[in-house]
């Protein structure tokens, strides 16, 4: 299986919006209503943000939201805030019952 | 509150078997899915596979052939077993629930694991 592709960094000012995008293929991500999204922070566990495309588990901000077209996947992360800055993953459930990551984007905040 | 904790040695020499257990608490193991996941030093993340409480097994294809995954509903536990390790199977290793078979929203704080030769 091929990893999901995303962008190795993007950033932005605070306040500002940014969008990650993560592409897939019709056997993962246009397969299926189950990706997810994960924020990593350096030397700790990932945490999830985005599940099921567009829900947030309780507790998450909602700032982050998740959408969906065709094989991409997409997280916007609004109203920028300096601890936004980390690693984010996509993930999908795929059509052999496996999982899928992206190779990481890396959020900068200006 | 779910935890996970993951033990297990930190060293491993190249060709042997890479052994780690991960503790559940403030749950049951039983009724949900658990998974291995790893990251090489500044590198992305790689799912290992899934196992169900049952025992049924999901391996992903590319270790598939050196990956044996088992769980102790008694002790609340779940293991990984990867044989045949060369250096690129250094990496820090996490345990985690996959939710509803497909996310991952309990996580164990990880382990590092040197495979040296």
């Known amino acids: 299986q091929s990893a999901l592709t995303q962008p190795a960094s993007v950033s932005g000012s605070p306040g500002q919006s940014i969008t990650i995008s993560c592409t897939g293929t019709s056997g993962d991500i246009g397969g299926y209503n189950y990706v997810s999204w994960y924020q990593q922070h350096p030397g700790k566990a990932p945490k999830l943000m985005i599940y099921?495309?567009?829900d947030r588990p309780s507790g998450v901000s909602n700032r982050f939201s998740g959408a969906k077209s065709d094989n991409t996947a997409s997280l916007t992360i609004s109203g920028l805030q300096a601890e936004d800055e980390a690693d984010y993953f996509c993930?999908?459930?795929?059509?052999?019952?496996?999982?899928?990551f992206g190779g990481g984007t890396k959020l900068t905040v200006l | 509150q779910v935890q996970l904790q993951e033990s297990g040695p930190g060293l491993v020499k190249s060709s042997e078997t890479l052994s780690l257990t991960c503790t559940v608490s403030?749950?049951?193991?039983?009724?949900?899915?658990w998974s291995w996941i790893r990251q090489p030093p500044g590198k992305g993340l790689e799912w290992i596979g899934n196992i169900y409480y049952s025992g049924s097994t999901n391996y992903n294809p590319a270790l598939k052939s050196r990956v044996t995954m088992s769980v102790d509903t008694s002790k609340n536990q779940f293991s990984l077993s990867l044989n045949s390790v060369t250096a690129a199977d250094t990496a820090v290793y996490y345990c985690?629930?996959?939710?509803?078979?497909?996310?991952?929203?309990?996580w164990g704080q990880g382990t590092l694991v040197t495979v040296s030769s």
């Open positions: 403030g749950g049951s193991i039983s009724g949900n899915y």
């Open positions: 993930s999908s459930y795929t059509s052999s019952s496996t999982l899928v």
């Open positions: 985690a629930r996959l939710g509803r078979g497909r996310l991952l929203d309990y």
């Open positions: 099921d495309v567009s």
